[in-house]
Structures are given as C-alpha cells and as structure tokens.
C-alpha cells in the first residue's frame, strides 16, 4: 500500500495551498479513516486534521481551526487538505496517514504513532 502526498512548495505569509492524499490501485480507501500530520525541524509529528472513513466527522487541532479544511473525494479517492492563511509556524513537511479502526478523529489525530499506513510526505515553506 502506497499513500502518496502531493500539493507542497513555497508560499508567502498569508497564502494558499491544497494538499492532496492518494493511495496506490486497489487500496480500499474509501475504508480509512485519513488523517494529516505534520513535522517541522526539531519538532515531534504533530495531528494537523483527521476525516473519518465516511467524511460524518472531522477533527482540526486547535491552531488549524478556520484556516484549514479537510474533505475527501470518493470518486477521486483523495483527501484534501485546504490550507489558508498560512504563517511561517506551518513551515513542514506534511504527511498523511490512515487508519482503519478509530475510537474517534480526535483520537486518531491525537496519536501519530498509531497509523497503519504513512505517505512520505510533502514539504510546506511559509516565507514570511
């Protein structure tokens, strides 16, 4: 199984970016809950947003609330992570993950060790 992030670069204080999650033919994605992580240099991977398998429900942490949106395509087989008012803090390399049995999105997104399946992830540059 391969989850592939794509979407990162450059951007100014302020902007935009779309972050997409993909997974290799066959996989059954539309039975994951997915979720977005983050690592910036010298941090610990940290929960950006998870979505559950059947889009019911979504968890945002508390400094992504109002800037970030998560939501999935079925038919596309991706999970989107919209990005707004970027700041250099979102300076990372960004991954996603899934899941398939979760007590809740919160939960998921409050426990990066517990994925079953990681992406390798996409860098995400804020210049300031």
């Known amino acids: 199984v391969r989850l592939v992030e794509s979407g990162g670069g450059l951007v100014q204080a302020g902007g935009s970016l779309r972050l997409s999650c993909g997974a290799s033919s066959g996989f059954p994605f539309d039975r994951y809950a997915i979720g977005w992580f983050r690592q910036a240099p010298g941090k610990e991977r940290e929960g950006v947003s998870c979505?559950?398998?059947?889009?019911?429900?979504?968890y945002y942490a508390d400094s992504m609330k109002g800037r970030f949106t998560i939501f999935r395509d079925t038919a596309e087989n991706t999970v989107y992570l919209e990005m707004n008012s970027l700041n250099p803090e979102d300076t990372a390399v960004y991954y996603c993950?899934?899941?398939?049995?979760?007590?809740?999105?919160?939960?998921?997104?409050?426990?990066?060790?517990?994925?079953?399946?990681w992406g390798k992830g996409t860098l995400v540059t804020v210049s300031s």
């Open positions: 993950a899934a899941k398939l049995w979760i007590i809740s999105v919160q939960a998921m997104c409050d426990a990066p060790n517990a994925m079953d399946f």
């Open positions: 979505i559950s398998s059947d889009n019911s429900s979504s």
